[in-house]
Structure formats: C-alpha cells, structure tokens
C-alpha cells in the first residue's frame, strides 16, 4: 500500500501538474482575455463574413472605453446567451440621425468607408444616446440587414453588456478553395 501511495505523489502529481495548470490558464484566459468567435449571419457584411472566426480583446475595454467605429461583441440585450457583433456609430451623449440614406453623427456627417452601400432602412432618429450606452449598426446596410439600435430588438446598447473588441479575423472559409 506504501509502493502505491509514492506511486501516487512521484507521477501521477507530475501528469496533473503537466495537464491542469495549462488547462486551466487556457480558461481563465478565454474568460478574461482573449476569445476566438465565429460570424454567425450577414449583418456585418462587408467588414465581416458569415463564418469568419475573429479574435475578440476582451481586455481592452478594462484601460479604455470603445471609441466610434470600435467593431465590438456584446451580449444580445433581450436574449442573455446570445451575442452580437457591431460597429460603434454613436457614444454616451451623441445625435444620432439618418436623413435620405446619411448617417449623422452630431449633425456631421460620417464617413462610413467600410459600407458598400447606402443605408436602405429609410430615415431615422433624431435620438440622443443615453449616458452609460453607445449606439451601434451592422455594417450590411441593405434593408432590415442588421438587428442593431435603430431597432428596438436591439435599442441602445449598455456599455456593461459589451464584452470585447474585434481585432483580428482570425480566418475567412470563403477564401478556402479546392484544388
């Protein structure tokens, strides 16, 4: 029974020092630092695919806060195990509006580079985001494309909810090819 129990403590210790530690830095890492998500839907198109795997910083909104044109993931406001991925338009104190297919940032309007086409939802707002929210549109602005604030399925979206900024597309399926 002795030969067992240093059995026990020389090896079997060694194996669950070699296998838990890293698994369980990989998790603390996945919850607190980084987290790999796949697109799911076409409502950041053509910024982002439909089964695009990103890289999501979940650190960065501990040192800073997200900044217009932040493509952020945030937890879905009125469905709790789902989240989304978005652009942010508009921040705590912002006008938003959108006249004749513009969007309108304070009055100004905003160069939108990464859309491919005019916004087709129709006219929109005047609204002020509220303290403690920002104001966030899928980069698809073909009609009802994205669910994002201009709906009230999304609304504005509480800062707390936001979970981590987009960094990388960590890999696109369409570019795959068969040879």
């Known amino acids: 029974m002795a030969w067992l129990l240093n059995f026990c403590r020389r090896y079997l210790s060694k194996w669950v020092f070699i296998f838990l530690i890293p698994i369980g830095l990989a998790v603390l ?3 607190y630092g980084v987290a790999i998500s796949v697109v799911n839907g076409t409502s950041m ?8 795997r990103l890289l999501i910083n979940k650190l960065s909104f501990l040192v800073a806060r997200p900044d217009r044109g932040d493509v952020v993931t945030f937890r879905d406001p ?6 989304l991925v978005k652009r942010v338009i508009g921040l705590p104190g912002d006008v938003i509006a959108i006249r ?7 009055g100004t309007t905003v160069p939108e580079k ?10 929109f707002g005047p ?3 509220k303290q403690g929210t920002l104001f966030v549109m899928g980069d698809n602005r073909h009609r009802f494309a994205s669910r994002d604030s201009r709906y009230q399925s999304v609304g504005l979206v509480p800062i707390e909810l936001v979970n981590g900024k987009v960094e990388f597309i ?10």
Do not use: F, K
């Not at 004749?100 to 304070?106: A, I, K, P, Q």
């Open 29 to 31: 890492i996945n919850h």
């Open 45 to 52: 198109q053509p910024t982002l695919q439909h089964g695009d």
């Open 78 to 83: 009125h469905v709790a195990t789902r989240y």
């Open 100 to 106: 004749r297919g513009v969007l309108y940032c304070n």
């Open 114 to 123: 990464y859309i491919d086409t005019p916004i087709e939802d129709g006219n």
């Open 127 to 129: 609204i002020v985001v």
């Open 170 to 179: 960590l890999w696109r399926p369409s570019l795959m090819a068969h040879l």
